[in-house]
């Protein structure tokens, strides 16, 4: 609901009678294009005032495909009819930028000359220029998103308005062709330079096969989705770094699965995915945000968990247990933006929202007050909530401050939004066991009418991990409260041990047996030291924090199980110095057994520490440790592993190591973490991980 709020806001033109946003009037209406052409309409594409087609079109592609696999989301939200207009007023822009066969309009307004003013979008009056790519200055990229995001509406209009349904689809063949042809094959970005200084392009051959396989998914002709896979093969980068307004790889990747059933494309989804979940490359915020870039660290996160929830979904019939491992990993990621990090990233909602997001409009005190740079530099809240706004997020060490003036971690942005929007979709329309995860949030959202009141502001510039899990709600409801239990059970195991410590981190396994089959699932409570505390956690899930007891729950996947299965619960967690010698192991119990009961299991005195030297030994020759070595591979998942090498030292060491892998022919690493540590940090003997293909 919120998020279709945000989305109202950003509406440029002559806003609709039933327009929702009370501080928004109309705007901009003098847009036009070189030769007249009616360009008023659209949307604002962030906090300021340009109106740009190629993030535009990418966002509303994403919402498009959120309503076709969401909707039952959006319908239990009651926000079918407010997303559809959403979307329209958004396409009908698109539709006005085509004013020729290949004429597309891509820009309206001058980014310097806006950023230039601060101030209502209805107070503007510098000169808005319009810009376009033709036949003599193409842009590939930019043709291909817009017939993709056409193709894509069509799919949602169809059964509502045939006739506005068949318009965007003709459209988006014209658009299509126009993309395609071989003579034409240039980024738009380097036919008009200045672009790159807003949205540059990094390549313009994911928008083509993105763009192929929206027109075969809303034609059904099999010409589109031959253009497609034979157009994916011209893609330098086949698996992709991050889905967004830029990249569309990992999308592509998707729909061609579902249009041919080929695995080669499920298998470089499943590596996409791997590399951003725990144990891949993407590091983690303490709070547990999976980050790949300062810019927009919550889009990034919340669209690569739009893309795990759309493959999950694929995958649920044959691939249950790995259909659940990534709903439960993207619940973790829309749990941490909407507060279970400890404050929430979306403006309106939840604990220690965003108040200050670097947004001009909703900057400004009511009109006719006037609005400037004064704003910009106040460090009051502003004045106008813009609700479920998306802010950019914490950096890597999970700082994160509460400044509009801060438009790294606090700008807003209309892609930003659309993942996320789409995520919350896909889980609401997920059955109740799953989708009452995600999120502890805060005050309901509104229905029709923004919130009048807002939940108490405590310290804007508190770092994320202040307390902070990102899988905290995210567990079986099965499990928990220990009322779920069946018949019987019987006395268990349970070991704690430390795989690896630094001066601030650590990392801890526990280890237990089932006694018997189980069927809902299991629970146990670790007692921490005071100060110790779990960031991160994987095979079980983070339900409650209570003074200094930690309750884990299964996961959905391992949710059932055999007589005498081995189970295991890893974590990563943050001291300040105590020893890890106390941590205890409260109960260990099993639900849906005979006569459940939970048996307090103390931590093994003799749990494993680094070696950890109080005298620098000087470097010297190298020689071999008698100390240990052990492979292990964890997993394997089509034509890839992860594995583990976890090093004991023998004695003290100071002048670093090394160590050789012999790998099967053809199998070898592709990527590689020191838990813990930056790469180069080789004081411990943390366990160092590999990622690899086979």
């Known amino acids: 609901q919120m998020t279709s709020l945000y989305y109202e806001a950003q509406q440029s033109g002559v806003l609709p009678a039933d327009h929702r946003v009370p501080w928004r009037g109309d705007s901009a209406l003098g847009d036009r294009g070189s030769e007249g052409q009616d360009l008023t309409g659209g949307v604002y594409d962030a906090g300021d005032h340009v109106k740009l087609g190629f993030p535009t079109a990418a966002y509303s592609t994403v919402i498009a495909w959120s309503l076709l696999e969401g909707g039952a989301g959006y319908a239990a939200a009651g926000e079918v009819a407010h997303a559809k207009r959403n979307l329209r007023w958004v396409v009908e822009w698109l539709l006005k930028c085509h004013t020729s066969d290949r004429e597309l309009y891509f820009q309206v307004g001058d980014a310097t000359a806006d950023h230039s003013f601060w101030g209502r979008s209805e107070d503007m009056t510098m000169a808005r220029p319009a810009y376009k790519v033709t036949e003599a200055m193409p842009g590939a990229d930019v043709v291909a998103e817009y017939a993709a995001a056409m193709a894509a509406a069509s799919l949602v209009f169809r059964d509502d308005d045939a006739e506005f349904a068949g318009r965007l689809l003709a459209h988006a063949r014209t658009l299509f062709d126009f993309a395609v042809d071989p003579a034409l094959r240039r980024k738009y970005s380097d036919s008009h330079s200045f672009a790159a200084s807003t949205y540059p392009s990094y390549d313009l051959h994911d928008e083509l096969v993105w763009a192929a396989a929206w027109m075969a998914k809303a034609t059904g002709e099999s010409s589109y989705r031959t253009q497609a896979e034979q157009l994916h093969g011209l893609m330098p980068d086949k698996r992709g770094w991050g889905f967004s307004w830029d990249e569309k790889i990992t999308g592509a990747n998707i729909l061609l699965f579902e249009l041919t059933s080929d695995s080669k494309y499920s298998a470089l989804v499943e590596s996409y995915l791997q590399m951003w979940m725990p144990g891949g490359s993407i590091p983690y915020t303490p709070g547990g945000l999976a980050w790949r870039l300062k810019w927009g660290s919550t889009r990034y996160a919340m669209n690569s968990a739009f893309m795990a929830l759309l493959f999950a979904k694929q995958i649920a019939g044959d691939q249950p247990a790995a259909a659940a491992e990534y709903v439960d990993w993207a619940s973790s990621q829309v749990g941490f933006v909407l507060g279970d990090s400890g404050r929430s990233y979306v403006v309106g909602f939840g604990e220690n929202p965003p108040r200050r997001p670097h947004h001009r409009g909703a900057s400004c005190p009511d009109a006719p007050a006037s609005c400037d740079w004064t704003q910009f530099n ?301 790469i180069d940090d080789v004081r411990s003997s943390a366990p160092r991980y590999v990622l690899g293909s086979e």
């Not at 146990?524 to 200094?548: C, H, I, K, Q, Y």
């Not at 394997?636 to 012999?662: H, K, N, S, Y």
Request: aromatic share 8%; hydrophobic share 35%; net charge negative.
């Open 378 to 678: 106040s460090p009051d809240p502003s004045p106008q909530v813009l609700y479920g706004a998306l802010v950019g997020g914490p950096a890597l060490d999970g700082k994160y401050v509460d400044d509009r003036k801060d438009y790294v971690a606090n700008e807003v942005a209309n892609d930003y939004n659309a993942g996320f929007t789409g995520c919350l979709a896909i889980l609401l329309s997920l059955d109740a066991e799953v989708s009452s995860g995600p999120g502890t949030g805060g005050a309901d959202p509104p229905v029709d009418d923004p919130p009048t009141e807002e939940a108490p502001e405590t310290d804007a510039g508190a770092p994320d991990d202040d307390g902070g899990d990102a899988d905290a709600g995210d567990g079986n409801g099965s499990a928990s409260g220990g009322d779920g239990g069946g018949e019987g059970g019987a006395e268990v195991d349970a070991t704690f041990t430390v795989t690896w410590r630094s001066e601030s981190g650590f990392g801890g396994e526990v280890k237990f047996a089932a006694p018997e089959a189980f069927s809902q699932g299991w629970t146990f409570t670790l007692n921490l030291p005071e100060g110790v505390e779990v960031a991160d956690s994987w095979n079980g899930v983070v339900s409650s924090r209570v003074g200094a007891s930690t309750t884990f729950v299964n996961a959905d996947y391992n949710a059932r199980g055999t007589a005498q299965e081995a189970l295991s619960v890893g974590f990563n967690g943050r001291h300040s110095g105590q020893s890890l010698d106390d941590v205890v192991v409260a109960g260990v119990t099993f639900f849906g057994v005979n006569d459940a009961v939970s048996v307090p299991q103390e931590a093994p005195e003799d749990s494993p520490a680094p070696v950890e030297s109080s005298t620098p030994v000087e470097a010297s020759t190298p020689e071999q440790s008698d100390g240990s070595v052990v492979y292990t591979r964890i997993w394997g998942c089509g034509a890839a592993f992860f594995a583990e090498v976890r090093v004991t030292p023998a004695r003290d060491f100071a002048g670093g190591w090394e160590m050789q892998l012999a790998f099967p022919e053809g199998a070898g690493v592709q990527l590689e973490y020191h838990v813990g540590f930056a």
